[in-house]
């Protein structure tokens, strides 16, 4: 898209020691990250083969690679995934990180969460403080890092006026709160909408803007 995009993790995640439940016992995994595979451990084996229900592409991706069978991929977050839920799968199994968004449960599904990684928030990169001090376009993918980043500005005294935020959903945006050059949330919660955004900011956003 012709974008001078740069990373900066605001996070480092890691493991977290968690007791898988007996397999009798699910009749599907209810994922809302990738990081939840990435991080379970030898113990996610013990669900290869159960049907699961991953929130995005890039979580389906890594749950097929755990060997679950996939057969949803939501587009809009994990709560609206639960009334699409099979009828047959009344026990589910959220494999989940520490912090996390909570779920309004319908009576007819039982929740068993298991919490198997945390992701740990870092202080402002010095690189992204000095490009902070600037006219800038950010991207949000969580509400976690919205509130993270901030928090962490307010902290390094670093204006919020000069920075336009993109945010892949709009709790995500409310997460971030006010005060900001501008405030937009992806029409779609994926990658290509929010870099499409992100485009759309960064028009006639030049130095002193």
């Not at 690189?127 to 969580?142: F, N, W």
Request: charged share 20%; proline share 7%; aromatic share 4%.
């Amino acid at each position: 898209m012709g974008l001078e995009a740069q990373s900066f993790p605001l996070f480092a995640v890691r493991p977290l020691d968690w007791q898988p439940p007996a397999r009798e016992t699910v009749d599907a995994v209810l994922l809302g990250s990738a990081n939840a595979l990435r991080h379970g451990g030898a113990a996610l084996d013990l669900y290869r083969g159960l049907p699961a229900y991953a929130v995005g592409e890039r979580t389906a991706e890594a749950a097929r690679e755990a060997g679950l069978d996939v057969i949803l991929t939501g587009s809009a977050g994990l709560q609206e995934m639960l009334d699409r839920i099979d009828p047959a799968h009344r026990r589910l199994l959220r494999l989940a990180g520490r912090d996390r968004v909570k779920l309004d449960v319908p009576p007819r599904l039982s929740i068993t969460t298991r919490d198997v990684y945390a992701s740990e928030a870092l202080p402002l990169p010095a690189a992204l403080s000095a490009i902070l001090r600037g006219p800038a376009v950010i991207l949000l993918h969580s509400g976690q890092a919205a509130a993270h980043f901030a928090q962490a500005l307010a902290g390094a005294g670093i204006g919020r006026a000069k920075i336009r935020l993109a945010a892949l959903a709009p709790r995500i945006a409310a997460a971030a709160g006010t005060g900001w050059a501008a405030l937009a949330t992806a029409p779609n919660p994926d990658d290509a909408a929010l870099l499409a955004l992100a485009r759309d900011l960064c028009q006639g956003f030049t130095p002193g803007s």
